[in-house]
């Protein structure tokens, strides 16, 4: 925490409250269904209900998590779209590792170059 906590803006917006319940088949993932709430935590029937999925991929680093908007008006109908969502944020997750590989591999690396701004590259011997 910080010192003075006024230099933290920090605040939960008490009018864009959801309440949380989650679903798991203890298999694949879970389901978040967020129910939106008013301040009192009365339901608030002007927005909608919102899902959000949640599972890992596994990959030779370890599990990636991966968590994705589901579509549906229903429970029944989320988890029948849970398949289609996760592939979509499957994709999602391996283009951007993609083209982190590519940004990764693409740097130019100069010898004696060093990084921008900082001291040079290497030991402490240097050609005239």
Do not use: C, H, W
């Amino acid at each position: 925490m910080a010192e003075n906590d006024s230099d933290l803006n920090i605040r939960m917006d008490a009018q864009a409250m959801y309440q949380e319940e989650v679903f798991t088949d203890r298999r694949v993932g879970t389901i978040q269904r967020l129910t939106p709430v008013d301040a009192d935590g009365a339901v608030d029937s002007s927005r909608p209900v919102l899902y959000v999925g949640q599972t890992q991929l596994m990959t030779q680093a370890g599990p990636l998590p991966l968590s994705f908007d589901i579509p549906g008006e229903n429970l029944a109908q989320v988890a029948e779209n849970f398949a289609a969502s996760a592939n979509g944020a499957v994709e999602e997750a391996m283009q951007r590792l993609e083209e982190m590989r590519r940004e990764s591999a693409s740097s130019i690396i100069v010898p004696g170059g060093g990084a921008p701004g900082g001291p040079p590259a290497g030991g402490k011997l240097r050609m005239p």
